[in-house]
């Protein structure tokens, strides 16, 4: 059975910085992908960034230049690293993988950004 663990999350001020990690753990095996979405209240769970297993990244035009995804792919784990952030990146961040054909979701990490 495989498990996404998230951590990093928290409260912070806008214009802080947080980064945010994602294991997985059990039988995963060709990952190919690995992302991080965020869900505001009300709203659908959207991009982020997201990684390829040939290093290859894309980001939401609202994360561009303000956060960096990494992996380490022998530890199964993606980083995100989040600077300058807004009252607007509130929300739930959740890392998906997918590896053989499958998608595997985390549990979520708060991220909340006061003013």
């Known amino acids: 059975q495989v498990q996404l663990v998230e951590s990093g999350g928290g409260l912070v001020q806008a214009g802080g910085s947080l980064r945010l990690s994602c294991t997985a753990s059990?039988?995963?095996?060709?990952?190919?992908?690995m992302g991080w979405y965020r869900q505001a209240p009300g709203n659908q769970r959207d991009l982020v960034a997201r990684?390829?297993?040939?290093?290859?990244?894309n980001y939401a035009d609202s994360a561009k230049g303000r956060f960096t995804i990494s992996s380490d792919g022998a530890k199964n784990t993606v980083y995100l690293q989040m600077n300058s952030l807004k009252v607007e990146d509130t929300g739930v961040y959740y890392c998906?993988?997918?590896?053989?054909?499958?998608?595997?979701w985390g549990q979520g990490t708060q991220v909340t950004v006061s003013s």
């Open positions: 059990g039988s995963i095996y060709s990952i190919t992908s």
């Open positions: 998906r993988f997918i590896a053989s054909g499958y998608q595997y």
């Open positions: 990684i390829t297993r040939g290093g290859s990244t």
